[in-house]
């Protein structure tokens, strides 16, 4: 039957943009007025009469004249992949198309008039994401193909002088996409078929000039691989990521690298339910808001359905409405003349709208996974399985499906036909065998169980390069760096440590120096209910924790145990010698201590100049930290003696010949500082005199002492300095404070870390991490409940302080460039660590 003229003009008005260049290959270029005449005449071949065409989709010339003179001729076409004849033959016995077309041009016509009812407005039928060659397909309408196309070519800005690089196959919707979207305004494809990873790719971007290409997260995982964070691209004009959640520290890497080298990187949300595109996040917000998906595209727009079984404050489940959204799916032949069935799209997954206006994805409806751009149905691949007589119970998440068989089942067997029915690499398959599946009470799978099944084992280098780089905000993280070379310092310490210890099982104590290539899980014997309930936690966390606790619930008198505040002061510097002292060279250990200075002294002087302008009991003077330097009591004499002690360490480290004596004896050289400490705080000389605060200082090189303490000589050592030069400094009957303190240092001493539960390692890291900023924010909020409630006050004192903890971290982070935060982890030879570092 005949029809009216399709409204696609990136197929029908081609020739509207004459000679411009229309398609780069490796073998030469074509215009859009030759492109015009290809696709007329294959127009004219297939005729009138609607058929439905089969085409195997590649990156060819031929395939896209194909394509698009079938849309210009209003044809609907269906779209499967070249590479997988496997699929290309399901879908040919499953729907018996008219015609089939093949990548090189060739046209099996298998009758001139179609077997099926065909509705006008069918255009275009794409299987849905990772079920590729299942019988159940999306159609969509000539509509949805012209508006997604318009839609995308406008918010990412293209034009007629772009020129886009097909890392994509056409039959994936995304892939489609970037080709509709640039014919649409005019624009190049540079056509190829070629991997990332090859460098002939690459040769033929630059030579077009090219200006943009497409990524699913394994396209960065082969970039990282490939070196393109180096790759001279001068008309590199943006990079788009769909197909798959980006990790948002990969997110902000890669759009710092673009706003580095002057690209964008626009991070992108769609289905093919809704033809390609849903939502895209503007490139100015990649780097701030990369855990979200952004604003709707231009004609489309989000609603929250509320989830009755996911509770949760402005959760729901995302559903879209627009012009791009599918006419419905099809599942036989007799699908295909039905017209609209559905009018909004439910994405499945969960969904909230941020206050500045974001959408950000935090779950998912259903069991679906989506891994290298492809959506897998767990059940689906539970069902193929057990047609090859296998009883498995699949689940996995967004970095792999894994598989739980039973039966004694052979491991690559089941692994090859996974892969092989998904569409995904081996890799991507994790298959272990088991007696029974791990089981809920009701007696049904617990496929979250089963998602974790081997996890710990997985781990890889590149999963803690991005852990690293997330928590210490770096985009130079490789394998050959550590927690030091990378600038952690104690602020940052307390959290990467619980996070290391939750990926790989336990750490060894030296963790912060070895380089990541090193650290590797732990085998943990013990069964599930027992590893899941018990943990460790290093005894510097659990001090720093505890000691805060003590300092602020003694200050509202709730209990009244002091020498929190001098236990803190031992902490810090055996922090000193772990984290500062172990780096490569001078300028470096330098660098870290200015860094560690203003990570303290910055937030400080800010909330003491806000407590000065909103109450009367301190003045702007207060905040410059000087009341304890020249004699007068201080209710920050904790934080000031804190940032004259840095001064100091970074005077000492601008000294090259006594940064090679500490090189050369680190703990001998602890000990003199410890000496000169220990005669402060007794001044031996009567000539002193110094304020109680300044005293304290001998403290800190107690800890130093300790962390720098090897053997059981040196440790019994400290244990005997601390047990003399402790008691009697705070005056007699003190003896509950001295204990205290000397127990502090015995455990900082001889126990490296304590037995403790996982909820217990979350809130002693909590506090441990946001220590200072309790310190600072508890005068302040104490007072204002006291008097009602003591417990309630020191509650909340906790609570404020790890509010402004978060506040002040985040805005540090944005306020300090990248590239500052320290040297290159590569380093020359000269600057590697002396004998006897730690």
Known sequence: MSHPHPDVPFATD????????????????????????????????????????????????????????????????????????????????????????????????????????????????????????????????????RANAASIAGYLGIHADDRAATTLPMHYC???????????????????????????????????????????????????????????????????????????????????????????????YGQTEATARMAYLPPELAASRPGTIGVPIPGGSFRLEPVPDRPGAGVGELVYSGPNVMLGYAESPSDLALGRTVGELRTGDLARLTPDGLYEVVGRRGRFVKLYGLRIDPRAVEESLARNGLTAYCAGDDEALVVAVTGGADAGRVRRLVADGCGLPGRAVRVHAVAE?????????????????????????????????????????????????????????????????????SLPADWH????????????????????????????????????????????????????????????GFNFARFHLTAAGRRERRHHVLTALARIAVPSVAWIAAAGLLTADYHLGDALLLDSALGRNSNYWFVEVIVYILLAMAVWLSVPGLDRAERRAPYGFALGILALG?????????????????????????????????????RLLVTAIALATVPGYFGPGELTREILIIGGVALLVWVPALPSTAWLNRLAGLLAGASLYIYLAHWQIYPLLADRSQPLALLASLAGGAAYAAVATRALRYATPRQSLGPSPARPAELTPAPGTR
């Not at 605060?693 to 053997?711: D, V």
């Open 678 to 714: 220990v005669a402060a705080r007794f001044d031996f000389l009567g000539l002193l005199d110094l304020p109680s605060a300044l005293a304290a200082f001998w403290m800190f090189p107690l800890g130093w002492a300790a962390a720098k303490a090897t053997n059981p000589g040196q």
């Open 14 to 145: 081609l020739a509207d943009h004459a000679d411009r260049t229309a398609l780069v290959t490796s073998g030469g270029a074509l215009s859009y007025r030759e492109l015009a005449a290809r696709v007329a005449a294959t127009a004219r071949r297939l005729g009138t009469r609607r058929r439905l065409i089969l085409l195997a989709g590649a990156n060819t010339v031929d395939t896209v004249v194909l394509y698009l003179a079938a849309l210009a001729a209003g044809h609907p076409v269906l779209l499967a992949p070249h590479d997988r004849p496997d699929a290309v033959r399901s879908l040919i016995d499953a729907y018996d198309p008219d015609v089939v077309g093949f990548p090189d041009g060739v046209l099996d016509e298998r009758r001139d008039v179609s077997a099926h009812a065909l509705h006008p407005d069918l255009a275009l039928l794409l299987s849905t994401s990772g079920t590729t060659g299942s019988p159940k397909l999306v159609r969509l309408s000539h509509e949805n193909l």
């Open 437 to 505: 599946p791990p089981r809920l009470p009701s007696g049904k799978p617990d496929y979250r169980a089963i998602a974790c099944l081997g996890r710990p084992e997985a781990v890889s280098g590149t999963d803690l390069v991005r852990l690293y780089a997330e928590m210490l905000d770096r985009s130079d993280v490789t394998e050959e760096c550590s927690f030091v070379s990378l600038g952690g310092d104690s602020l940052s310490y307390v959290e990467m440590s619980l996070r290391l210890e939750e990926t790989l099982g």
């Open 513 to 572: 120096t070895r380089p990541i290539r090193d650290l590797r899980p732990v085998r943990d014997l013990r069964g599930p209910a027992e590893r899941s309930r018990w943990r460790t936690l290093e005894t510097g966390i659990a001090l720093r924790a505890a000691a805060i606790v003590l300092i602020v619930g003694s200050h509202i008198s709730l209990f009244t145990i002091r020498g929190g505040a001098h236990v803190l002061l031992a902490v810090a």
């Open 174 to 268: 995304y892939g489609l996409s970037v080709i509709n979207s640039h014919l649409l305004r005019g624009a190049a494809l540079i056509l190829t078929d070629l991997s990332v990873t090859d460098a002939r790719f690459w040769e033929l971007f630059r030579e077009a000039r090219g200006t943009t290409f497409a990524g699913v997260p394994y396209t960065f995982d082969l970039l990282d691989r490939v070196g393109f964070a180096d790759m001279r691209l001068p008309h590199l004009r943006y990079v788009t990521q769909a197909g798959g959640r980006l990790a948002p520290d990969r997110v902000r890497r890669y759009a710092e690298l673009g706003r580095r080298r002057g690209w964008d990187l626009v991070v992108m």
